[in-house]
């Protein structure tokens, strides 16, 4: 009722701004007050627990000098953001080797350890890992419509070094032909940047990695860790603990978009706004594609056993295609829906990489890591037009690899972690978190099937906020599903997305 009371208070203020004062329970000047003080409660406490002595990271190696980049020359960053290395290097020690990698390497900040490297990456495929740089994790974001660079407050060089890679070949400024065949191809690019990178930075040598990505990456993480835990024990010199994967590319289309389409329109029905003869329709055809009661019936803790194919089969008809039927509807009642987010409407924001949501946006050109002075403060190639996500097929002939969740590979990867966080957004249309619950309950790891105990509501309590959606912990797996955050966790949602990392890294106890 409280939360009734305030939100008709600030409808009151819109609507009737300079007249009747007096029906107003709250000045604009208070309302700004108390989204200050909420701001202040999201705020990391400082300090957060140090994991190893506080010095600066210096690297002996001559070659090192050509990567680094003055944090206080980075182009319209009005601030400090400290030492930085970045460039391209190639992907094998090979004389003839065209295949070059673009990589950012930051050091940890003042807090961080020293002991630990964090790799992130986006997914697409062929989408920059700039981008999550630039509007999730690094030390500094400019995000759709920010007027200009900011320090982020959430950045994970708060918790440790991170090593952001442009892969693969043909994404962003990395060099050479194309030529990934699918997933242990991927790997293994990653695996020959790795070792060229620790020779030039070899105090980096013997940290424990944890690799992390989104999206895409939700194919390229666990497959890379399963490599490097099987393949390259002897030949890469970090010591893999464990994963992170949001909103992740782990099942088949079926089941992280079809099946839980349309209890996603269901559930946020105010929010696409559909109308009733619309719905009706949703609710026929869901009914007869057997997804309406799919989740009560099958998503159950423990399963009852593997978990049907509504169809029989995981391709998807014309006739039970109701994410696109979904999708064009939307952008009908809301030409700005975004996909990645469902709660956004117009105007669309401005975005210094281009790709504000689900269309691209055309206010700013150059793009900013399209600049030449930006290209040139952090040793890019001048030549090569950047793009957030490439239009080059970076899987020339498509990627052969299966969705990690349906062939053991993801299982393998988290037994043979020390931890493992799956991450979903619950406002993320692109690809639902329900899908990633279906994942989970039909995937063996540890010896049993899925979790064997439900999900609780509220599980998540986000420090400063309280509770933020769900989690839930067995055999070495901690899946999270965040309240108002979109695709993009660590862009939408820092704060939950901060304390996720901790968690997965070991600097906290409770997830
Ligand atoms: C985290 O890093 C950012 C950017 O370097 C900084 O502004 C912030 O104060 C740091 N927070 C904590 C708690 O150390
Ligand atoms: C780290 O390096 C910076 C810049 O060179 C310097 O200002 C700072 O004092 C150094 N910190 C430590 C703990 O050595
Ligand atoms: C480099 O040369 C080796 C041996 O001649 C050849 O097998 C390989 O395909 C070449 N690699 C590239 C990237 O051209
Ligand atoms: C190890 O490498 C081989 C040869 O490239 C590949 O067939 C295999 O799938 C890799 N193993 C893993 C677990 O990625
Ligand atoms: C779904 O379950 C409800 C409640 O058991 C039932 O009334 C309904 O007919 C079922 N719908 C379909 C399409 O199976
Ligand atoms: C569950 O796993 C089994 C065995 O791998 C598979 O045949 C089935 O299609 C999966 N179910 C779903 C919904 O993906
Ligand atoms: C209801 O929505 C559907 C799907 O977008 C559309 O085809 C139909 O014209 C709409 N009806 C009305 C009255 O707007
Ligand atoms: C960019 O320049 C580099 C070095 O001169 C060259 O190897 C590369 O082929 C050029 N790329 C493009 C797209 O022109």
Redesign the pocket.
């Known amino acids: 009722m409280k939360v009734l009371g305030t939100l008709a208070a600030l409808a009151a203020v819109c609507s009737l701004s300079a007249q009747n004062a007096a029906a107003r329970h709250f000045t604009k000047a208070q309302i700004r007050a108390k989204q200050e003080v909420a701001a202040k409660r999201f705020a990391?406490?400082?300090?957060?627990e140090k994991r190893a002595a506080v010095k600066n990271i210096t690297f002996s190696n001559p070659l090192a000098s050509q990567f680094y980049v003055d944090g206080s020359k980075i182009p319209e960053v009005d601030f400090d953001v400290?030492p930085s290395w970045s460039g391209l290097i190639p992907i094998s020690s090979a004389k003839n080797e065209t295949r070059k990698l673009f990589f950012w390497f930051f050091p940890p900040?003042?807090?961080g350890s020293l002991d630990d490297l964090i790799f992130w990456t986006n997914g697409g495929p062929g989408c920059s890992s700039l981008e999550g740089l630039l509007q999730e994790n690094g030390?500094?974001s400019w995000s759709l419509g920010q007027a200009k660079p900011t320090?982020?407050?959430?950045?994970w060089?708060?918790l440790s070094s991170i090593l952001f890679l442009e892969q693969p070949v043909g994404t962003g400024f990395s060099q050479g032909t194309p030529d990934v065949r699918n997933e242990i191809d991927v790997a293994s690019q990653i695996v020959g940047f790795f070792e060229q990178f620790l020779e030039i930075f070899s105090e980096l040598k013997g940290k424990n990695l944890w690799l992390s990505g989104e999206s895409y990456a939700g194919m390229y993480v666990p497959y890379l860790a399963n490599y490097i835990y099987e393949n390259a024990t002897t030949t890469l010199d970090l010591s893999l603990k464990g994963f992170w994967v949001s909103d992740p590319s782990i099942g088949t289309d079926l089941v992280m978009e079809e099946i839980p389409a349309v209890r996603f329109v269901q559930k946020y029905e105010n929010v696409f706004a559909f109308n009733q003869s619309f719905m009706n329709e949703l609710q026929t055809i869901s009914d007869k594609c057997g997804y309406t009661n799919y989740t009560d019936e099958h998503l159950t803790y423990p399963p009852k056993g593997l978990l049907p194919l509504p169809g029989g089969t995981t391709r998807i008809t014309d006739a039970c295609d109701v994410w696109d039927l979904i999708f064009d509807a939307a952008v009908v009642v809301n030409p700005a829906f975004n996909i990645y987010r469902i709660f956004d409407t117009f105007p669309i924001l401005w975005d210094v990489l281009g790709f504000p949501g689900s269309f691209p946006q055309i206010q700013v050109s150059p793009l900013y890591f399209d600049r030449q002075d930006v290209k040139e403060a952090i040793h890019a190639p001048v030549n090569v037009s950047w793009a957030e996500c490439s239009d080059i097929r970076v899987f020339p002939h498509g990627d052969a690899s299966a969705p990690p969740g349906t062939n053991g590979v993801l299982a393998s990867a988290i037994e043979k972690s020390e931890r493992t966080v799956i991450v979903h957004g619950l406002a993320d249309f692109i690809l639902i978190a329900e899908g990633s619950r279906i994942v989970i309950q039909n995937m063996t790891w540890g010896g049993k099937q899925g979790f064997q105990t439900p999900i609780e509501p509220d599980s998540f309590i986000v420090d400063g906020v309280g509770a933020l959606g769900t989690t839930h912990t067995e055999r070495g797996l901690t899946f999270y599903e965040v309240e108002l955050s979109g695709h993009m966790v660590p862009q939408f949602s820092p704060r939950a997305a901060f304390q996720i990392m901790q968690f997965l890294m070991g600097f906290r106890k409770t997830p």
């Open positions: 990391l406490p400082a300090p957060i400290g900040g003042p807090q030390p500094f320090p982020n407050e959430f950045s060089t708060n």
